[in-house]
């Protein structure tokens, strides 16, 4: 069982970029719960960015709100975060996090590789 995830890359303040979480396991995974995404500047702490929860509601730190949209995919196991308006203060590593029904009564909180995002001035 893994998350895996893709996006990211460099691009101009005012840019867009679209970032994909999708959890895979042969098989392994029953269902997908609450679907986060993190990030972490340089010499700064992990910050949740946005969440969603298995019905489909969104929730947003303060700072991306009305810039990042995040949407996930039931059918595919896949969260998405599209991200407009980038500014360089977005400039992070993002990871995402997704907790996993894999049996019964058998949950747990799994994280992806994280994936670099670069906003330049």
């Known amino acids: 069982v893994q998350l895996q995830v893709s996006g990211g890359g460099l691009v101009q303040a005012g840019g867009s970029l679209r970032l994909s979480c999708a959890a895979s396991g042969s098989g392994s995974i029953l269902s997908v719960r609450t679907m986060r995404w993190y990030r972490q500047a340089p010499g700064k702490q992990r910050e949740l960015v946005a969440t969603?929860?298995?019905?489909?509601?969104?929730y947003y730190t303060t700072s991306v709100e009305g810039r990042f949209t995040v949407s996930r995919d039931n059918t595919k196991n896949t969260m998405y975060l599209q991200m407009n308006n980038l500014k360089p203060e977005d400039t992070a590593v993002y990871y995402c996090?997704?907790?996993?029904?894999?049996?019964?009564?058998?949950?747990?909180?799994?994280w992806g590789q994280g994936t670099q995002v670069t906003v330049s001035s």
């Open positions: 996090n997704a907790d996993l029904v894999l049996a019964f009564n058998d949950e747990r909180s799994y």
């Open positions: 969603i929860l298995d019905r489909g509601i969104p």
